[in-house]
């Protein structure tokens, strides 16, 4: 979705790499939950890879590398041998282990074409174990960041990015489809930087129109229009000395987009309807899951937001980390001493299969409802849980080919009356309970997404909820917003806004 040589102009977008990209093998899944993200790089740039029960050596950074060393896993090895135009074949042992190509069980020897080793392959061994086979261009390395999850090149960089912006006072631009971990990457970089003994002071400008977002951003002055009785302080003014996040920045109104430039520029602003310039220092980090090139954005603003550009990947582009982020959505529930039942191999299995499209917000609500329904003896297929839009890729070979006239034929729109219910709170589940990205999903309008809320009988307003019922919701979801909404069944958005009129601890 994002071109760096279109979407920003910085050339600051990752640390260099000496050397063409290798194979790797990631533990995707094991009974033991230990060894889910250790790896093996193929030292050779030719030959071939065997997999077997006690070689190669899987390791973690710095630890010492383990055969697989389960007993679903043959001792007879899976060969893996690079072909000519960069396909890879599959051989299977001469024993009885299953073998399955991205979901798919093969009985003989299989071919893959580059494209799907770009998209990283999964192999399922004796249906227990699952491998992600995938090109890796740098070696693996321990550098931690609170949130960011993940063993794969992209998360590595994405890390060291973090860790080089934050000490600074730069302006950073954070692009990412929905779901990807904007906001985690923001609070990341306040934290790890000088200004993290001050709040991070957070905004949607997806949700302002032009006149409420320059009150917000930047206050307004006594009188400034009917019925403001007093001053109002923006949130330039609450960040000063600190981090102001500015989300969804593509959808900034056009009239307050000069107003921000001058901010950024100068440091100095005038509060609605004031007549002396105020000051502010503080830094802003931005994000969006648009390009911003490409439509009707000030160039001036976004020059000033990409001094340094850092962009949060698609999880399907990174699909060796999904095993690391099932695991910790395993930890997190079982922190409070619940005891977890043994998710089956064919759900692990799916869910390294799918692409994905909400992304790491996405897997993340999918696995709470899975091991809910799931500790209640309830868990249903993965395709429910999807919303039923899973289909296993392709195993092995080259892609059915789709006919011209099918290709260009454009999607029909369907009716809002042809949306379930079940539909509706699935995406907005998907999407963290974000009305954009329920939208998207479902390929409607924001407009449209509204009127299938308001329509659907479960779906509340907050407005709606009592006292007593939004407060113990928000002490249930640990004040987490977009768990608070899922168990409330009401937009994560107007749900913030609510609860900061509240004033609720969190919230203020």
């Known amino acids: 979705m994002f071109d760096s040589d279109h979407t920003f102009t910085s050339p600051l977008t990752g640390t260099p790499y000496a050397g063409p ?3 790797a093998l990631t533990v995707l899944w094991h009974p033991d939950p230990a060894r889910v993200g250790q790896q093996y790089l193929q030292p050779e740039s030719h030959g ?4 077997s029960r006690f070689f190669p050596l899987f390791a973690h950074p710095g630890s010492d590398g383990l055969g697989l060393g389960h007993g679903s896993v043959s001792r007879q090895p899976l060969r893996l041998a690079r072909e000519t135009g960069g396909r ?7 024993s009885r282990m299953t073998v399955e190509v991205n979901g798919v069980e093969i009985a003989g020897p299989a071919m893959l074409e580059p494209s799907q080793l770009d998209s990283g392959v999964v192999l399922g061994l004796g249906r227990a174990i699952l491998l992600c086979l995938h090109w890796t261009e740098r070696l693996p390395r321990d550098n931690p960041v609170a949130g960011l999850l993940g063993v794969s090149a992209a998360a590595i960089q994405v890390r060291e990015l973090i860790r080089t912006v934050a000490p600074t006072e730069l302006p950073v631009l954070l692009l990412g489809e929905t779901g990807t971990g904007k906001e985690v990457a923001a609070r990341a970089i306040h934290a790890l930087g000088g200004r993290a003994h001050h709040p991070l002071v957070a905004v949607n400008m997806a949700v302002m129109n032009e006149g409420l977002a320059a009150a917000e951003l930047f206050g307004t002055a006594r009188g400034a229009y009917t019925g403001a009785q007093s001053a109002r302080t923006g949130l330039f003014a609450e960040a000063d000395g600190a981090t102001l996040f500015l989300d969804e920045i593509g959808n900034t109104p056009a009239a307050v987009q000069p107003m921000l430039l001058r901010v950024l520029e100068s440091g100095q602003y005038r509060v609605v309807g004031g007549d002396t310039d105020r000051r502010s220092s503080a830094r802003v980090i931005a994000a969006t899951d648009q390009d911003l090139s490409h439509q ?3 160039q001036a603003l976004l020059r000033r937001l990409e001094r340094f550009v850092i962009t949060l990947p698609p999880l399907r582009a990174r699909r060796e980390d999904i095993g690391v982020l099932l695991v910790h959505a395993l930890e997190q529930a079982g922190a409070g001493g619940a005891q977890l039942p043994v998710l089956p191999f064919a759900f692990v299995s799916a869910c390294a299969n799918y692409d994905w499209p909400g992304n790491v917000r996405q897997l993340s609500h999918v696995m709470a ?3 809910l329904l799931a500790q209640a003896g309830q868990l249903p297929l993965f395709e429910a849980l999807v919303g039923g839009r899973h289909a296993a890729r392709p195993a092995a070979g080259p892609a059915p080919a789709t006919p011209a006239s099918t290709a260009a034929a454009p999607a029909r729109r369907r009716a809002l009356d042809e949306f379930s219910d079940e539909e509706v709170v699935a995406a907005l589940h998907n999407n963290g309970w974000q009305v954009q990205g329920a939208a998207a999903e479902l390929g409607i309008s924001r407009p449209s997404m509204y009127k299938l809320i308001e329509a659907h009988p479960a779906i509340r307003r907050p407005e709606a909820i009592g006292l007593a019922e939004l407060t113990s919701g928000w002490e249930q979801s640990g004040a987490d917003l977009e ?7 009401t937009p994560a958005e107007a749900l913030r806004r609510h609860l900061r009129g509240l004033g609720l601890p969190g919230q203020a």
């Open 48 to 51: 071939a890879m065997e997999v």
């Open 88 to 94: 890879l074949s599959v051989t299977p042992p001469d």
């Open 296 to 298: 009707d954005f000030n």
């Open 369 to 371: 409802r899975a091991l």
């Open 483 to 489: 768990r608070c909404a899922a168990l409330l069944l």
């Open 21 to 23: 990209p290798v194979l």
